[in-house]
């Protein structure tokens, strides 16, 4: 029952009050009225509803913070398209909830609307979210009232959640050393399966000689096969995946966007440089070490989508326990370990890199 339905049952009575004490022909005829006039509201409300129709989607399923002490505004359009000709709708509720799991923040909202005849209106509705992570937003369901606000129909309920990833800004972390970068190539391992290159240790294709060709690029045994020159083409080497380690060990909400941004500077850094990036974590929802390279920038938000699922811990030697007992046993020669906690060298010593950089994102601020 909403408050017009409240006011105008009191309205009634007391207009049917009125009318048995005073039977002449105006205060009948005001009772007549009361009546018919609810009855018209609902034949309107019925036809509005059923020429009604509302959807949700997210245009952009990524938000930046302009900066580390300003919110992030996680954006969804709630579309309402009114096909009636002569009822426009003037009111409407919906229900919003949201929630972001790796902050804790979470909360419900009720967003009004309205739109005219034969139109279609894209409702925005921006949830304020003051930390890093996987922002869930769900419309719950959406009514529509009469123009008196007597009665109200549900339109539409329980739709598909809308995930927006909250980004913090990004910002210069100097790592310090060249070899980061990979700028060599030369010990990869890794070799391109679309492009050519220079490299011979690896065969790329082979084809017919052709004018300009070296000679050293000439296969002989395939050429006395084949009665023509025929030329190897090298291989073009990747570079070499660097290994970054994801400690999510973290005071606050606060600590954990530093973490975040680091994380998420270093990785476009590096990305930027052709550097592919092998990240590791321990998600402790799940109790199990995620391991997943990144290439380009679309992995990247994938993997923080499964970073934003876990949670952060209060313990320093988490993710270290867990990676030695899980150790595949791969020889890693050197890595990143991204932390906002303290750690020395001799405490990484069980992870196996030879050469480890630690990184304090607390103190690249």
Known sequence: MTIGTLIYTLILITGLLISV????????AVMGALIIVPVFMLFFLIVMRLRMNVSVECKNPVAEKDSMEKPARATISLLVENRGKWLPISKGLAWVRYENPFSGEKGKMKVRL???????????????????GNVSVTVEKVKIYDYLNLFATTVGKNFETQDILVMPPLKDIYLGRD????????????????????????????????????????????????????????????????????????????????LIQGVYSISMQ???????QNYIWYDNKNE????????????LFWMFED??????????????????????????????YLTVTDHTESDLDGLGIQELLILDLREEQ
Request: proline share 3%; net charge negative; with cysteine.
């Open 21 to 28: 004490i005073c039977l002449d022909y105006g205060t009948v």
């Open 114 to 132: 309205s739109v005219d005849t034969g139109k279609t209106r894209g409702r925005r509705i921006s949830v304020v979210i003051r930390h890093c």
């Open 179 to 258: 070899r980061w970068y990979n700028e060599t190539n030369e010990d990869s391992d890794r070799f391109s399966l679309f492009k050519k290159g220079d490299d011979p240790s690896e065969i790329f294709d082979i084809r017919d000689f052709e004018d300009g060709d070296r000679i050293q690029r000439i296969h002989w045994k395939l050429s006395s096969k084949a009665g023509h020159y025929m030329v190897k083409e090298g291989s073009l080497p990747l570079a070499k995946a660097i290994y970054i380690f994801i400690d999510l060990c973290a005071a606050d909400s606060q600590t954990a966007d530093l």
């Open 270 to 276: 590096l990305m930027q440089q052709g550097v592919p």
């Open 288 to 299: 199990l070490i995620q391991e997943i390279l990144i290439e380009n920038e679309e992995e």
């Open 307 to 336: 970073l934003f699922k876990c949670r952060t811990t209060k313990e320093p030697e988490e993710l270290l326990s867990a990676y030695m007992e899980w150790d595949e046993g791969r020889p890693k020669e050197t890595g990143l």
